[in-house]
């Protein structure tokens, strides 16, 4: 995983891909403050939480999309479902291993997933806008 994690192996690498394109989509569109939570301690069904913003709706889908563009380039791979494109005030695409949200920037300090998971290591991409 890109946060330093411990699992080797095709699965690990196939999960750090994935965070990659999706951080990489998310800092294309000028995602704000990107990060991505380890929890792989904390639950069984998924490894990582990525968590960014949009300024509105309109940058909220761009993000989503640009996530979705990339992580099919990188692995040829369609998120399972897409929640909360009609509103867009909270996108969320489950890759199964992966959960990419991307919020409006009132909606994400309404939920504080970061604060939800503030146990979980966080990793922040070096190049914030």
Known sequence: MTSGGSVRGPQAQFVSTLIDAAVE???EKLGVDTVVLDLREFVDSFDALIVTAGRNDRQ????AEEVERLVDLALGLKPTRVEGWTSAQWIA???GDVIVHVFDLETRDYYDLEHLWSAAPAF???HQR
Do not use: M
């Not at 909220?60 to 993000?63: D, L, P, T």
């Open 93 to 95: 695409l489950d890759y």
């Open 124 to 126: 922040r991409p070096a």
């Open 60 to 63: 909220v889908r761009a993000i």
């Open 25 to 27: 989509g998310a800092e």
